[in-house]
């Protein structure tokens, strides 16, 4: 028997299309896509470009090319981030943190630079909280991301009991409540936790940022690996030059600025000093 009802075609994929897609992506937002996520691009070109009413990807290029200012834009550009992290993930960090936060003198201001989801922001804060005196006063947290959706995550602070497995029983007890009912197994951050950071979307090469403020410390870890190198020397540049002096940046495991720039010189596993 014949259906009645007929899928809606998918919109047409032709070869330039993923080539044109990681150059736009990689102009805008500085993430570069390997060959290996062709496939998975080309599907998520193809959802875009459908939930666009459009019967072709090159249809949506052209879109995107010629507006923009398009909110669109930023849909694609969700869809490409990848936005894995976890709370307290490098631990040695956030020990290195503590001990330093403990020797800084205040105001002491720590950026979160692409913070995806908060995990590693809250963990910031926890650290700041559990190591210092008296971290109300004058202590700020600043996390960014260039992801929209994961910002309002992150700002929305509700996680599953799973990911804040990293977190000990005492700071889950101070720092987390249980939700109950529909809310079971999730949690949601404690306003004493919340408060201290400040959540924003930012794109790390916008050719400015919109603050003033100086850094003594700034996580940007695992994230330059989406940069190509000349894109990473310059981001590195900048981020030292809003650092006060003696400041720590924080990378991933996998990021080694030694080649890069001598804006910084390796303090620890994967931590450097800006050099000014
Ligand atoms: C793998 S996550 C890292 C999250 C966290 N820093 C960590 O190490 O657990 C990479 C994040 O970089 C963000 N990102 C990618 N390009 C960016 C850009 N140009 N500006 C700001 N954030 C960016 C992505 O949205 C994503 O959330």
Known sequence: MNSIFTLPAMPDVETGDF????????????????????????????????????????????????????????????AFTVNHTAFFRERHHFDVLGRFAKKRSRPLSVWSAACSTGEEAYSIAMTLRDTLPNPDHQVSILATDIDTVAVAAARAGMYTLERIAPVSEQQRKNYFLRGTGSRAGMVRVKP???????????????????????????????????????????????????MKPGGLLFVGHSENLTYLTDAFRLKGQTVYEVTH
């Open 19 to 78: 080539a044109r897609a990681t150059a736009m992506l990689h102009r805008r937002a500085g993430i570069l896509l390997g060959q290996h996520k062709r496939d998975m691009a080309e599907r998520t070109l193809a959802m875009r470009a459908k939930t666009l009413r459009m019967d072709k990807v090159g249809t949506y290029l052209a879109y995107l090319e010629q507006n923009p200012d398009a909110p669109e834009w930023q849909e694609f550009i969700n």
């Open 192 to 242: 004493v936790l919340r408060s201290m950071i400040e959540f924003d979307v930012l794109n790390l090469l916008a050719p400015s940022w919109p603050f003033e403020q100086r850094f003594d410390a700034i996580f940007c870890r695992n994230t330059l690996i989406y940069f190509d190198k000349p894109t990473q020397t310059r981001l590195l540049g900048r981020l030292a030059r809003v």
